[in-house]
T-cell receptor
Framework: GAVVSQHPSWVICKSGTSVKIECRSL??????MFWYRQFPKQSLMLMAT?????????EQGVEKDKFLINHASLTLSTLTVTSAHPEDSSFYIC?????????????FGPGTRLTVT | AQTVTQSQPEMSVQEAETVTLSCTYD???????LFWYKQPPSRQMILVIR??????QNATENRFSVNFQKAAKSFSLKISDSQLGDTAMYFC??????????????FGKGTHLIIQP
């Protein structure tokens, strides 16, 4: 089956610093990746859609200057949280779509827990 | 925009019993996909079952089945012969296909299912 990895799995950073989270499709080329955010005991909220070679599409209310998304290759998308603050502490999950598979199929990464102190 | 509503924050049943999780959604689309995802304590999202809106037949996957009522915009999940390993958060999700791909997922708030021994 298709595998998506995320790195790091857990990161702690100080307020005001930036942190980068990687999402990789390991055995397929993902033209589209999605980034979700999940607060404790809450649901997943779609943040943005990342398309290889083009600018990401952000959902309403998501600050694109704060959450920088780069999808520079068919197997890697990165989410950079800039000038992180404690309220950015959350669980970030990516998913990837295999263009060779069914349009509805999304493969989820294991998530990254971000703690901003 | 579409919305997904799960009205049961938590449910608890005895092992081997049957349990039904409810989900309603609102959309103006005619073609879409509905999903049930399981999120165990590891937080890895696991696809439980999928339903295409154009299919009248309810999807089934072993002990898991859905009751899809398109006119009522209802999509409930039935788990038969529940097992301790079924304990998890369950999310109902909606996806709209777009061209050759699909949008990201819209999730409900989730139901925490507890299977008691």
């Amino acid at each position: 089956g298709a595998v998506v990895s995320q790195h790091p799995s857990w990161v702690i950073c100080k307020s005001g610093t930036s942190v980068k989270i990687e999402c990789r499709s390991l055995d397929f080329q993902a033209t589209t990746m999605f980034w979700y955010r999940q607060f404790p005991k809450q649901s997943l909220m779609l943040m943005a859609t990342s398309n290889e070679g083009s600018k990401a599409t952000y959902e309403q209310g998501v600050e694109k200057d704060k959450f920088l998304i780069n999808h520079a290759s068919l197997t890697l998308s990165t989410l950079t949280v800039t000038s992180a603050h404690p309220e950015d502490s959350s669980f970030y999950i990516c998913s990837a779509r295999d263009p060779q598979g069914a349009s509805y199929e999304q493969y989820f990464g294991p998530g990254t827990r971000l703690t901003v102190t | 925009a579409q919305t997904v509503t799960q009205s049961q924050p938590e449910m608890s049943v005895q092992e081997a019993e049957t349990v039904t999780l409810s989900c309603t959604y609102d959309t103006s689309e005619n073609n879409y996909y509905l999903f049930w995802y399981k999120q165990p304590p590891s937080r890895q999202m696991i696809l439980v079952i999928r339903q295409e809106a154009y299919k009248q037949q309810n999807a089934t996957e072993n002990r898991f089945s859905v009751n899809f009522q398109k006119a009522a915009k209802s999509f409930s999940l039935k788990i038969s012969d529940s097992q301790l390993g079924d304990t998890a958060m369950y999310f109902c999700a909606f996806m709209k296909p777009t061209g050759g791909g699909a949008d990201g997922l819209t999730f409900g708030k989730g139901t925490h299912l507890i299977i008691q021994p």
